[in-house]
């Protein structure tokens, strides 16, 4: 299963290998359980600024 991960801080999603943000959700990155962990565990050291969501509730969101 992949996971996406949407940044809070910037209001975007994390875009692929770690590297910027974008609004589309097709642009974004996607990652394993055990890597999207990590950046958000990273991410949320000094507060609440980064979650990771399974990419199958993603696609529920997003409407052709």
């Known amino acids: 299963m992949n996971y996406l ?6 209001g975007a999603w994390w875009g692929p290998n770690r590297t910027g ?4 959700i097709a642009a974004a990155g996607r990652y394993s359980f055990e890597v999207a962990q990590d950046i958000v565990a990273d991410a949320n050291v000094a507060g609440f600024n980064e979650c990771f969501i399974p990419e ?5 969101w997003v409407r052709p």
């Not at 943000?21 to 589309?24: C, G, P």
Request: aromatic content about 14%; charged content about 20%.
């Open 56 to 60: 199958a509730c993603v696609r529920l």
């Open 21 to 24: 943000y974008t609004q589309d």
């Open 5 to 10: 991960i949407w940044s809070i801080e910037h």
